[in-house]
């Protein structure tokens, strides 16, 4: 079964950044397209950004411009470059698949902007 960990995440100033990783474990994490996803407190856990197999990417209006999502199948690694952060930006980071059935999710990973 795949497994997703998480990290990167941290207490950050608003206008910082920071990059957060995602490692699977397995061999199958290449024929999946990825997906960032956070979850806010007191919020639904909403999609912040995806990548497909073909390393086409897609992200939700309020972080277009800011970040940026790769992956690199050779370490089963997906990341989430993260700029000009702002205060609701703050959240609970996780990784999965996106546009299918989702692995097991993580423990995700916290980051908090302070304005």
């Known amino acids: 079964q795949v497994q997703l960990v998480e990290s990167g995440g941290g207490l950050v100033q608003s206008g910082g950044s920071l990059r957060l990783s995602c490692v699977a474990s397995g061999s199958i994490f290449s024929i999946y397209a990825m997906g960032w996803y956070r979850q806010a407190p007191g919020k639904q856990r909403e999609w912040v950004a995806a990548i497909t197999r073909g390393f086409s990417t897609n992200y939700v209006d309020s972080v277009k411009g800011r970040f940026t999502i790769s992956r690199d199948n050779a370490k089963n690694t997906v990341y989430l470059q993260m700029s000009s952060l702002k205060p609701e930006d703050t959240a609970v980071y996780y990784c999965?698949?996106?546009?299918?059935?989702?692995?097991?999710w993580g423990q995700g990973t916290q980051v908090n902007v302070s304005s």
């Open positions: 999965n698949t996106w546009n299918s059935r989702p692995f097991p």
